[in-house]
């Protein structure tokens, strides 16, 4: 498939979406002038639902990507549309490196690719210890990573939650990391890390922020 059809076929898709989120939820965005026109740029989100990359595909302005679990892109129709579109496909639970540098290889591009660092929903809509492969796209990458913070996506579509429930959406501003000179590597990936998910915390509501609520 061309590239012109498989961009036709995203944004025919992403419309799908926006119908869909406005007919189960009531979704409230803030900072969309955050979001950098072009250039790569690594979107970090905090975790809480199937809907949640949905509802990101349509508040972003531009087109984006995503890692999915390898066993996605063996479902009828899902999968194809995954193949498709150019979705990254991760083995979970281990160190994937031909996702990781096929990511590296759509931010020197100058992509936009989504990055859930919890790399698991939490049921309870409190943020959980991140994984440091964030940092690590953003460090070989050169790209910026652009925090993003949600809350309400648990509720969308489960019983006894309601009909038409609340979701808000800050973006926080977009931020080149470093590594402090004379910190080891594997600590700066940490600090790194640790730096995005306080991002995000600090736009939530302090009874979300999990494990990155100040003690």
Sequence with gaps: ??????????????NLAYLLAHLVCRYRVNGRENVPASGAVLIVANHLSWFDPLLLSIIFPRRIWYFAKIQVFSWPIVGWMCKVTGQIPVQRGEGDRAA??????????GKA?????????ERREQMIAAHTGVAMLALRSGAAL????????????RRGQGWFPRVDIQIGAPYIPTIPEGVPR??????????????IAEMLPAERRGVYGKQ
């Design 100 to 109: 990781l540098e096929r990511a590296i290889a759509y931010l020197r591009e």
């Design 186 to 199: 594997k600590a700066g990936l940490q600090l790194i890390t640790q730096e995005v998910m306080e991002h």
């Design 1 to 14: 498939m061309s590239g012109g059809l498989v961009a036709l076929l995203y944004w025919t898709l992403r």
């Design 113 to 121: 690719i989504v990055f859930f660092p919890e790399g698991t929903v």
């Design 146 to 157: 652009l925090p993003v913070a949600h809350s309400g996506t648990r509720r969308v579509l």
